[in-house]
T-cell receptor, first 116, second 115 residues
């Protein structure tokens, strides 16, 4: 059974810092990995998706990397801002053929606080 | 506006009283999915649907039913709710399913309390 772990569980940084969030997964047979953002009381917003054949994806100040063989992904946030404060979740899609690529397993998230 | 809507947003009910949480998307998406979010357990997938009349179990399907009779709607049915189904529920959709590079859109959530 796929298990996804995110470290740290919570992170508090001053504005302007560059930071790294970590995600690890136990089964490397994944189709892709996604990073999401969740604001309090809200649904999830997709940030980045990395296919299993890719090494990284970038969007603005965000850069996500994937090392499928070691079961790890990182989300790098450059020049953090108070507006980045949210919970960040990673999720992996299983690659086992058929309709299994509809199955998504989430980590428990990292709560990020960026203070002015 | 492209969106995923869920109703109701908040629901308090009693054990055993059947209920349905509706989910609708206006983006002509093929893939839809239901998740529950619980403190300490994170988000867990309940059921998903790759297209009309095609549904499959996620990691925690027990106690839930779904149907996909039309593309835009994917209702979640609790035939006999129990207190352990008290949770925050999210519906999501994407154009072509998780295999492809396409964003998954989430609804605003339904907070369900079963007494």
């Amino acid at each position: 059974k796929q298990e996804v772990t995110q470290i740290p569980a919570a992170l508090s940084v001053p504005e302007g810092e560059n930071l790294v969030l970590n995600c690890s997964f136990t089964d490397s047979a994944i189709y892709n990995l996604q990073w999401f953002r969740q604001d309090p009381g809200k649904g999830l917003t997709s940030l980045l998706l990395i296919q299993s054949s890719q090494r990284e994806q970038t969007s603005g100040r965000l850069n996500a990397s994937l090392d499928k063989s070691s079961g790890r992904s990182t989300l790098y946030i450059a020049a953090s801002q108070p507006g980045d404060s949210a919970t960040y979740l990673c999720a992996v899609t299983r690659n086992a053929g058929g309709t299994s690529y509809g199955k998504l397993t989430f980590g428990q998230g990292t709560i990020l606080t960026v203070h002015p | 506006e492209a969106q995923v809507t869920q109703n109701p947003r908040y629901l308090i009910t009693v054990t055993g009283k059947k209920l349905t949480v509706t989910c609708s998307q206006n983006m002509n998406h093929e893939y839809m999915s239901w998740y529950r979010q619980d403190p300490g357990l994170g988000l867990r997938q309940i059921y998903y649907s790759m297209n009309v009349e095609v549904t499959d179990k996620g990691d925690v399907p027990e106690g839930y039913k779904v149907s996909r009779k039309e593309k835009r709607n994917f209702p979640l049915i609790l035939e006999s709710p129990s207190p352990n189904q008290t949770s925050l529920y999210f519906c999501a959709s994407s154009l072509l399913g998780l295999r492809f590079y396409n964003e998954q859109f989430f609804g605003p959530g339904t907070r369900l309390t079963v007494l």
